[in-house]
Each structure stands twice: as C-alpha cells, then as structure tokens.
C-alpha cells in the first residue's frame, strides 16, 4: 500500500510539474510587469505573455563590475537572484529587464531577494533612465505576520516609493531608508515603516540596500554616458 502511494504521488507530481513551472513563468512576468505599474489583473493568464513581450523587449544580465554579460532576453528571464546571491559576488549574474512603456520611456527593472521576520522577501524595482528616481515596485513574502509585515505587498506601502532616490547628491548609494514613526515629507530617500512590522520593514530595508549595491557599478556606468 505504501509504494502504491508513494507511486502515485509521484506520478500526480510529474504530471503537475510542467503545470505549476508555466505558473512561476507567468507570476514572474506578471510581477515585472507591476513593477513598472502595468497591471494584468484582469488579464487572462493565457495573455500574460503578450503583454509581457509588448513592454519588455529587452533584458541584459551585468556582473558586479557592471559589465554586461549576457543579453539572450530568454536565458536572463531564467536567472533567479536566490540562486545567483549563493555564489560569490564576482560570479554573480544580475538580470535588468527593460521596459518600453507607452509614452515614449524607458525603464530598467531589477530582482530583490532578502529576509523578512519569518521567512523570504522579494520584489522588483523600476529606475527612470537616470539610474536613480524609482518608478515603481513591487514586493512581496512567504510567511509575514497578516495585518502587520505582510502589508508589504499592499499598495499603500508600496506607493510611497515611486519618486525616491536611491543615490545623495555627492553619489553615495543609500537605497531607500524605512522610517519607523514616519518618514520626513521631504525626505527623498525615506519612506514610512509598517506599524507593528518594525523587523519586516527593516528586513526590505536591508534587501533594497544589499541588491542594489550588486547593481551600484552598472547603474553608475550608465549614469555616466
């Protein structure tokens, strides 16, 4: 009776498989997307894709020198940060995905992965063509506690972003910092922390810092032309 189970839970799992792989493709696309305010809610799963290669028409892996090192559209779309942020930073392979928005600009996308209270955070993070002003985000966890550092990934958190800076005046690389308390109105590199998500808010604080550093040398290389 046991290897009849264990038989046919593993046939159920293969079956399943390719199932639950199209679903990661498209929820990654999906949150690209929404990184750069394009919505797909009310979009069926089945045109995800169009919409996708409608705005992202282009996508480079860099190193931590900010060289590119790859600029296949499909095998960076396969790079998962997770596995890249395992390795030693000098053979890390860091995905950019550039959008053409509807207007006329362009944005450039990036991948977070960090560490929440209870287990992974990650998103994604739009720049302007300056390398600097965000343009949107998108965040998101495994296991935070409801009503408190899961408010992450509700829009009001997330809104706040849009128009920071990540670098000072002089150049420096310092993200975005999480405010417990409130951040100040004028504050262009401050946003306001989840009441009662003090740790988690800390936690996307330091993801934003520790990813973006990866990304400083690219973006100042670009700052530069």
Do not use: C
Request: overall charge neutral; proline content about 4%; aromatic content about 8%.
């Amino acid at each position: 009776m046991v290897v009849v189970i264990a038989v046919s839970l593993t046939i159920v799992a293969v079956m399943l498989k390719p199932s639950q792989e199209d679903n990661i493709r498209i929820e990654k696309m999906q949150n690209i997307l929404s990184s750069v305010n394009i919505s797909t809610a009310e979009i069926p799963k089945k045109q995800v894709g169009e919409v996708y290669t409608k705005y992202i028409k282009t996508a480079i892996a860099v190193n931590s020198k900010g060289d590119v090192i790859e600029q296949d559209a499909s095998k960076v779309f396969t790079i998962e940060l997770s596995n890249e942020l395992k390795k030693p930073v000098e053979k890390q392979s860091l995905p950019v995905f550039i959008a053409s928005l509807d207007n006329g600009d362009t944005a450039y996308i990036v991948p977070l992965r960090g560490k929440g209270l209870w287990g992974p955070v990650w998103g994604y993070m739009s720049f302007k063509n300056d390398f600097n002003t965000i343009f949107g985000t998108v965040f998101d966890h495994k296991g935070e506690t409801p009503g408190l550092g899961a408010e992450i990934n509700q829009e009001w958190f997330m809104k706040p972003f849009i128009g920071k800076q990540i670098f000072t005046e002089d150049g420096k690389l310092v993200a975005v910092t999480i405010v417990k308390g409130g951040a100040k109105p004028d504050d262009i590199h401050g946003v306001d922390a989840i009441s009662g998500g003090t740790i988690t808010s800390k936690g996307v604080e330091k993801m934003l810092l520790d990813n973006l550093t990866n990304y400083e040398a690219y973006f100042k290389k670009q700052i530069k032309k």
